[in-house]
């Protein structure tokens, strides 16, 4: 047949397609899209076989955890052009962290692979292209940002494709996943991203979904195992966990990295590269095979060609941070000191005996309130450079108002000079607090993204409200770095399992805004009540000149990435107990 008439029959087949059956796709990105590297070749699964079956997925949502540059970005341009070609009259949205990341992505990304598809550009509605929507026969693809944009795309769709979760805007891409509902079968979702820390974003999704890893047959054994990085990858001449290698242990002379290679999980040998290469040895496995949620974790060496194991262990070196490392050259979350309350500190710190709530319990303490239909307290002192936590208590509001009776009465008991509680959702304690007690006692607390012109942890200036601005950020490192340093104590009470969960729940992560820049951000993974009503508790401390950073932020060493100063929105102190933000 000529190769004239061979595309007039595929664009006949592309453009009938009604039935939107998704179990073909990887075969129609093969007969419709040109290899990235040579348009003049086809595409290929070649060394990149793992991509077979994610995009034959037919699962309503699909979730995919990866390290970079393993081709799934190349792959989801593809399958985001096959289900709109395939699934009759559809409207796709792709979005991505960034709206300016978003219009490049689509003219450099996007628009190579339909013009070197003789369907595909013969499809395509010259008029309606640009690098925010493009039209494919009856089908519209959109491209938008979750930063830098003032609203998510205002349009019913069936299809939504999420690049980079774990660096976009999580309110946003909810915003995105309500254009689904109105679907029958409730839309198709593809959601993909290198991750970040345990639970958020990527890493949650991938928690509910079935948890496919791509097995290999040992030569050796003939059994499928699923190797792990850290647990099965070997070193010579590194006897201690990979888990603790850092990038200066490269260059020990002693330490072989270069011969690096992965043991069979069961018999223990090598799990060569031609082994780990051979597709026929290869394949997906789901954990939790009945999960309705598909979800696959990529891993650097199922795709051994472009990443063996010594090339994996050789970015180390150009990672400042090796959380970064192991996000984008690993494909797994991270948690350390710096992004996380970590779990060992939070249990070591559970020494001290709650006091009971009596009149003359202490003196001379500070108090943070977070405030909610269940409001949660957090009394402390500072003895020896030491922040004691010495009360914790959760007070249900009523008709009453007897939140407001209540941390009147804590105040009184544990002789508190200062506290702190949140300026929102409900304005009416705090002012009812402030008015009702000496003047510079309590304070409405705010949090905001930067101290407008300075580098303080926090602003009071607003006396006569009594409202105190806090640089949410730098609050909540200080308060982390102080946590894992142990310098911050805790009772051992009935809230040490809760407070444990709302501490564990903060995750530090790093996000780039429009203008490409990264800023650093505090998210929860859960609820963080208590963790809020520590962080207000310090605050206070700091506003009573007990801690002698005197409110100056501290800088943990991954700062150096945050964008600051006239580049970044700056929040000015409130002058009203109008303003919240969580």
């Known amino acids: 047949m000529h190769q004239s008439h061979a595309n007039a029959l595929q664009r006949i087949r592309v453009a009938s397609s009604q039935d939107g059956d998704l179990s073909g796709i990887a075969d129609w990105i093969v007969q419709n899209t040109a290899d990235p590297k040579d348009e003049r070749e086809q595409f290929s699964y070649k060394d990149h076989e793992y991509q077979i079956d994610i995009a034959n997925e037919t699962a309503p949502n699909v979730s995919v955890i990866k390290p970079s540059q393993v081709g799934a970005s190349e792959l989801q341009v593809r399958v985001m052009l096959a289900m709109a070609s395939i699934i009759r009259n559809c409207t796709v949205i792709y979005t991505l962290p960034t709206a300016a990341f978003a219009r490049t992505f689509a003219k450099g990304r996007v628009d190579p692979v339909i013009k070197n598809s003789v369907a595909l550009s013969e499809a395509r ?84 979904s079935s948890q496919a890893e791509y097995f290999v047959k040992c030569d050796h054994c003939s059994t499928w195992v699923a190797p792990s990085f850290f647990e099965h990858m070997v070193v010579p001449g590194w006897d201690a966990t990979l888990h603790t290698m850092r990038k200066d242990d490269l260059k020990n002379p002693n330490v072989r990295w270069r011969d690096a290679y992965l043991r069979c999980p069961h018999c223990g040998k090598v799990l060569s590269i ?235 992560i ?22 809020h009503s520590l962080f207000y508790c310090y605050l206070a401390s700091l506003m009573a000149g007990e801690n002698k950073t005197s409110g100056l932020s501290v800088i943990l060493p991954s700062c150096h990435r945050v964008a600051i100063g006239s580049r970044v929105e700056k929040s000015a102190p409130g002058r009203t107990l109008s303003g919240y933000r969580r």
């Open 510 to 531: 790093i996000r780039v805004n429009n203008a490409g820049e990264s800023f650093a951000s505090w998210v929860n993974t859960g609820e963080d009540h208590f963790a």
């Open 125 to 208: 509605n010259k008029d309606v292209d640009s690098s925010t929507m493009k039209q494919l026969g009856g089908s519209f693809l959109y491209f938008g940002g979750t930063f830098g944009q003032s609203a998510a795309i205002s349009i019913p769709a069936q299809v939504l494709i999420n690049d980079e979760v774990d660096f976009s805007n999580a309110m946003v891409m909810s915003t995105y996943m309500s254009r689904l509902g109105h679907n029958k079968n409730g839309g198709y979702r593809r959601a993909f991203s290198t991750p970040t820390v345990q639970g958020y974003g990527i890493s949650a999704l991938h928690d509910e």
């Open 274 to 508: 031609a082994n780990l290469g051979d597709p026929s040895k290869r394949q997906w496995v789901h954990k939790y095979q009945e999960r309705p949620d598909k979800g696959y974790q990529v891993k650097p060496y199922d795709v051994v060609a472009y990443n063996p194991p010594w090339k994996t262990l050789s970015y180390m070196k150009d990672y400042d941070r090796h959380a970064d490392w192991v996000n984008f050259k690993v494909g797994l979350p991270f948690e350390d000191a710096e992004n996380s309350f970590l779990l060992e500190r939070i249990q070591q710190s559970a020494i001290l005996a709650p006091l009971a709530p009596l009149e003359g319990a202490a003196s001379g303490c500070v108090m943070g309130v977070d405030v909610g239909n269940i409001s949660h307290v957090t009394v402390a002192k500072s003895v020896g450079g030491k922040l004691k936590v010495i009360y914790r208590e959760k007070i249900r509001q009523n008709d009453q108002n007897f939140l407001l009776t209540r941390v009147k009465e804590l105040k009184k008991i544990f002789g508190v000079k200062k506290a702190c509680i949140d300026i929102g959702p409900d304005i009416t304690v705090p002012k009812q607090w402030i008015a009702q007690s000496p003047t510079g006692h309590v304070w409405a607390a705010q949090y905001v993204r930067q101290i407008s012109g300075s580098l303080s942890i926090f602003d009071a200036d607003n006396e006569e409200e009594q409202i105190v601005s806090a640089n949410r950020t730098a609050l909540i490192d200080e308060v982390c770095k102080a946590f894992n340093s142990g310098l911050i104590e805790t009772p051992n009470d009935e809230h040490q399992k809760l407070a444990e969960e709302h501490l564990r729940a903060m995750k530090r």
